[in-house]
């Protein structure tokens, strides 16, 4: 799913009412195949 999101160059900075982003995200779950995906 996030393969398929990801070709369509969505904002990878954008941040939640909380401040965090998608790559905060990935980070705290250590999930490394997300991690290198958001930061191409």
């Given amino acids: 799913m996030v393969e398929l999101f990801m070709q369509y160059n969505p904002d990878k900075t954008t941040k939640?009412?909380?401040?965090?982003?998608?790559?905060?995200?990935a980070r705290q779950v250590g999930n490394d195949k997300l991690i290198e995906m958001l930061e191409k």
Avoid at 16 to 25: K, M, T
Wanted: glycine share 10%.
């Fill in 16 to 25: 939640n009412n909380a401040g965090r982003s998608p790559l905060d995200f």
